[in-house]
């Protein structure tokens, strides 16, 4: 007890941990809520047992660092419930004590909303990790928001269905995790969006109330859609335990094709023709430059650039569908016309399993490539088509010569608008955020984009919403957080300014 | 007789004006099989008869994709002139030949049925093949993934009575002779043999090209000859009867132990120290 009483006083006067490059929420510098004392651990280790309560300063960090090693908390404390039922007593609990809670999933997060900002207990759900049930004629799953997506995947293939998304990180992120960020990913434009795609969710409030929003039904217009404010909300208005979710029929023909082209211009040109040759069965469009290609070349054992030449850009297409002759008729002829009108410079198509893997690892490990060669500052913008890449060159011009022209790599969803700008540094500094950070925002807010496509808001962006939302919309966000969440206990400091 | 320009060496210059030299191009042929793609989790049928493969994603034999390019790289090398990807099995092998096309074969040639073929008469088809068109390499993945027989490369060089190097890790080729690194149990053995011969490749040979757009659009002009093995003259005549087919021993958890002195009993038990 007494060193329990020494660690919570440490915490205070130790000076804060967490990177310097984080300017730090106006709130985070006061002290709102209470700390951990010994009777809430006996209380937790009560309800949850020994092996439910994590204490140990080294088994603690994995919770309190983020993904990008960017962020890091000071929790000295992560709970690991393993029923609905536990969550809620112990919400309760924090409710009663004023004791700020840091929902954590899969702690996949790219800006920083899933990690403590100062000592917020860590609640991670990684053991509601039960798959309830399938229904193979609805095609819906429900199951734990501790998942991992890779997990559910590997399930509903057994079904025959697919997860309605997919993301690079799948072998850890948790399908709680990804509505509560309503995640995008590499399947989102086939699918959509999880606020179509989730069809019932299973929530505790921060006073432990239990809210059953799990269905079966597609539809069900009775009254608000309560659902949806879970969905995106990242954990600030309650913790999803459950998740209730419409699975797509798994494609029994899939194409992935690695294409070279000579210019954004042509990139944007190929998407319609996709759009229009390949039609139902269009199921990503990625696209990346030169930069972006050479990490994953360079840092992934095996990988071999899979062209005979380098392209300024590159696209991967892939399709799915049910028919493999129909769609193999379809995807020849989009490519042999690419080719015709140059379109397309070269490429090549997967031939087996394997090959497709390979070429997809192209594209989905040029984020982790980068992060192995230093600090990577990852902005993830909607803007419109034709002006998306111009931010890229813009930047270049901007950051140089602090930054080298091929330590800024542009690539991502091209066919949501969405890109993934990332720019490498040695270290994560101030100097260096300065000078990426007010530049890009503007830019972006000056076009009407969103400065923040999927990754969300997190402890990254709170004072950066006002470049995407109104003043109005934003003083409503606060009034439903303070509706469903009055002491401000779930993931304070993050989402909202 | 010197041509203008060309000059005369031992067997390896090429000439140096550009006039081609004669002879010593050979014809290779390629095996290929249609097997469930290796990424695939192979499930046995509940009754125990065989795998499923009701729609499983099929794909060209990993060893197969490798012998094919080892083929390509030997006619890029001016080796050889033409390379024949033979595939026997059922209509939809056919999507497999067109794969190798699309690596860069020639022509391609489906032996059709329908039936489970085992290796001998899988060599006694490319033999009667091979007397059809003359090639002076036959080039085979060590085994196919499906029943990993690595028996087919040694049966047709003994039915042709050519010399053979299976487990190919290293191909080198000076007209017709051939320098052949074997991977064996040992180490490496070279072995140095005249053309014709027979080739099974092993995994580090080479690592296979992806299917270019130029090469996929020529390929689907490509000739592809479809024949049966009847036309061949060869009866398939099954020897081996599956009596049952099952999952490997499912992994048992391991047990974490608790000390030095409690693992060296635990290993006591299993019989892995002495007493």
């Given amino acids: 007890m007494a060193a329990v009483l020494a660690r919570a006083a440490a915490a205070l006067t130790r000076p804060r941990r967490f990177h310097s490059a984080c300017r730090p929420h106006p709130a985070a510098t006061r002290r709102l809520f209470n700390s951990v004392t010994g009777e809430d651990v006996a209380f937790f280790r009560g309800v949850l047992g020994e092996s439910g309560v994590v204490e140990d300063p080294s088994e603690l960090e994995p919770y309190n660092a983020d993904w990008l090693k960017k962020y890091r908390g000071r929790a000295p404390i992560a709970l690991l419930p393993s029923s609905t039922e536990h969550v809620q007593r112990l919400l309760a609990h924090c409710s009663q004590r004023n004791l700020a809670v840091v929902p954590q999933g899969g702690n996949t997060g790219l800006v920083g909303g899933s990690v403590p900002v100062q000592d917020e207990v860590v609640l991670s759900l990684k053991r509601l990790s039960r798959i309830r049930s399938f229904d193979p004629v609805a095609g819906v799953v429900q199951c734990d928001a501790g998942v991992v997506l890779e997990h559910l995947s590997e399930y509903l293939a057994h079904h025959h269905h697919v997860v309605p998304l997919d993301l690079g990180a799948k072998g850890s992120c948790h399908i709680g995790g990804n509505v509560s960020t309503n995640a995008g990913g590499i399947r989102y434009l086939r699918y959509g969006s999880l606020h179509g795609s989730v069809i019932g969710v299973e929530a505790v409030l921060a006073d432990g109330t239990l809210l059953d929003l799990m269905s079966t039904l597609r539809k069900d217009n009775t009254g608000y859609d309560l659902k949806q404010l879970f969905i995106g909300a990242e954990g600030s208005l309650g913790v999803v335990t459950a998740v209730s979710l419409l699975a797509a029929p798994k494609p029994s023909s899939v194409n992935v094709s690695f294409l070279g082209v000579r210019s954004y211009e042509c990139v944007l040109k190929l998407f319609m023709a996709a759009k229009r040759q390949l039609g139902e069965i269009l199921s990503a469009y990625e696209f990346m430059d030169h930069t972006s290609l050479s990490y994953p070349l360079k840092q992934l054992m095996n990988a071999r650039h899979p062209l005979a030449s380098e392209y300024p850009f590159y696209v991967l297409v892939e399709t799915s569908g049910s028919n493999a002759d129909h769609d193999q008729e379809k995807v020849n002829a989009f490519l042999e016309e690419a080719m015709e009108n140059e379109t397309v410079l070269d490429g090549v198509v997967a031939q087996d399993e394997t090959q497709k893997s390979e070429l997809w690892a192209l594209r989905e490990e040029i984020g982790p490539s980068l992060g192995a060669c230093g600090a990577v500052y990852k902005y993830d913008v909607s803007i419109p088509h034709h002006l998306m890449y111009s931010l890229v060159e813009d930047l270049r011009t901007h950051l140089h010569p602090l930054v080298p022209a091929h330590r800024i790599a542009g690539y991502g969803h091209v066919g949501d608008a969405n890109l993934h700008l990332n720019i490498l540094a040695d270290a994560f500094t101030d100097e260096m955020e300065e000078k990426i950070e007010p530049f890009v925002y503007e830019w972006i807010s000056a076009r009407g984009g969103s400065i923040s496509a999927e990754h969300g808001i997190g402890y990254m962006k709170p004072h950066k919403l006002h470049y995407s939302k109104s003043p109005h919309a934003i003083r409503l966000m606060h009034q439903l957080k303070h509706t469903l969440d009055p002491l401000g206990i779930l993931n304070p400091f993050k989402v909202l300014p | ?275």
């Avoid at chain 2, 860069?104 to 059709?112: C, E, I, K």
């Avoid at chain 2, 130029?214 to 020897?239: C, F, Q």
């Avoid at chain 2, 081996?240 to 021993?249: G, H, K, M, Y």
């Avoid at chain 2, 030095?260 to 290993?267: A, D, P």
Wanted: hydrophobic fraction near 40%.
């Fill in chain 2, 1 to 275: 007789r010197h041509r203008r320009g060309e000059r005369e060496l031992s067997g390896k210059y090429v000439a140096t004006t550009g006039v081609q030299r004669e002879a010593s191009k050979m014809r290779i042929l390629v095996g290929v099989k249609r097997v469930i793609d290796y990424a695939v989790k192979v499930r046995v049928k509940p009754d125990k008869s065989g795998v499923e493969k009701a729609n499983v994603k099929m794909s060209m034999n990993p060893f197969d994709e490798i012998a094919v390019e080892e083929a390509i790289k030997l006619k890029e090398a001016k080796v050889a002139t033409e390379v024949v990807a033979v595939s026997v099995g059922p209509q939809k092998a056919q999507e497999t030949i067109r794969t190798a096309l699309a690596m860069g074969a020639d022509r391609g040639v489906l032996v059709q049925t329908d039936d489970d073929v085992e290796p001998l008469d899988v060599a006694k088809i490319f033999q009667k093949i091979v007397d059809k068109e003359k090639p002076d390499l036959v080039i085979l993945g060590k085994q196919a993934i499906d029943d990993d027989s690595n028996q087919t490369g040694q049966m047709l060089a003994g039915l042709l009575s050519w010399p053979q190097a299976t487990f190919a890790s290293k191909v080198e080729a000076d007209g017709k002779n051939l320098k052949v690194t074997r991977e064996i149990d040992g180490g490496l053995e070279t072995l140095a043999m005249v053309a014709p011969a027979i080739l099974s490749c092993d995994l580090r040979l080479n690592v296979p090209r992806y299917a270019t757009l130029p090469n996929i659009m020529k390929a689907k002009k490509k000739p592809m000859e479809s024949m049966s093995p009847a036309d061949l003259g060869v009866t398939l005549d099954p020897r081996l009867t599956v009596l049952s087919v099952d999952e490997p021993a499912v992994r048992e958890a391991g047990v974490k132990v608790e000390s030095v002195e409690e693992l060296v009993s635990k290993l006591r038990e299993k019989g892995c120290i002495p007493e």
